[in-house]
């Protein structure tokens, strides 16, 4: 009986032995080379983290409390940012029901000219937002074809609600398609199938199934689509003016008075952003560890 056999240790590998008498300080370096790399990423990372925070956070605190108080009761700064968290909402919701069955077929079928349809979705992300809201005037504007249909039924989009709507709407529906996307291909395909077996129908299937597996990336979709649609400037402003929104009331103020006068809008603004986009993603989080 052979009691051991010594083999010569592969190239790169640490021996039991090596390890039991600290012989395996030649690796040394690769962890401090780890570590430096770390501590680089850290460095640069914090650089950007900064860069974000820092101008808001000193915007933040620079501002007058007593002038934020004054701004919060003006009639227009409140009218102008409940008709952006409004408008963001409506659509919102338009994306959330339009959105989701076409983020559920590219996730879960294919068919030719898919890749185009992809591409077709996230191009208003790329596209300048100038751009972006011209582009829906060759479509709703009053000489155009659905522009003259909808302005018969008394719904107009220039300088209107509808068409705040809709700006928002172009720019930020892409966020909510993508994330549910992503959801619905997370679904094992093999929980569908057994369902169909069971005799639910694709209805059926899609809601009690497909739909609840997938809700916190539709969740997070959403999330992302109100908080962009909220932020849009430039294509609401080539469409709709009046009424003004939050971010064009504070170009308005910026052009006509200067930076201090427009400051407490985007403060209140940026506030109202931060406590509802925070409360949301802890919504989806607490669902997450439930």
């Not at 569908?192 to 997938?214: C, D, M």
Request: hydrophobic letters at 50%; one cysteine or more.
């Amino acid at each position: 009986m052979i009691d051991h056999i010594d083999e010569k240790p592969e190239k790169g590998t640490v021996s039991h032995c090596s390890a039991r008498t600290g012989q395996g300080f030649r690796f040394k370096p690769r962890w401090f080379l780890a570590g430096s790399l770390k501590l680089s990423f850290l460095l640069l990372g914090g650089l950007i983290l900064a860069f974000i925070a820092f101008p808001i956070l000193k915007m933040i605190f620079a501002s007058n409390p007593s002038i934020l108080r004054d701004s919060l009761v003006d009639r227009e700064v409140t009218a102008s940012i409940s008709l952006t968290l409004y408008a963001a909402l409506i659509a919102t919701v338009i994306g959330f029901t339009l959105g989701v069955p076409l983020a559920y077929l590219l996730a879960k079928s294919r068919f030719p000219g898919k890749r185009l349809v992809e591409g077709l979705i996230d191009l208003p992300i790329v596209i300048p937002h100038s751009a972006a809201g011209i582009a829906p005037l060759f479509v709703f504007g009053r000489n155009y074809f659905f522009g003259q249909a909808f302005e018969f039924v008394g719904i107009r989009f220039l300088d209107s609600l509808a068409g705040i709507v809709i700006g928002m709407l172009f720019v930020s529906v892409p966020f909510l398609i993508d994330s549910a996307k992503e959801g619905f291909e997370k679904v094992d395909p093999r929980l569908e199938n057994v369902a169909r077996t069971l005799g639910a129908s694709p209805l059926q299937t899609f809601v009690r199934i497909s739909f609840p597996l997938a809700w916190r990336s539709i969740m997070a979709g959403n999330i992302m689509m109100w908080a962009r649609g909220m932020s849009e400037f430039g294509a609401v402003i080539i469409i709709a003016y009046h009424p003004m929104i939050a971010p064009v009331l504070v170009y308005e103020r910026f052009e006509t008075y200067g930076l201090n006068y427009s400051r407490p809008v985007a403060v209140i603004l940026i506030l109202i952003s931060m406590i509802v986009f925070v409360a949301l993603r802890l919504l989806v989080y607490r669902g997450e560890k439930s």
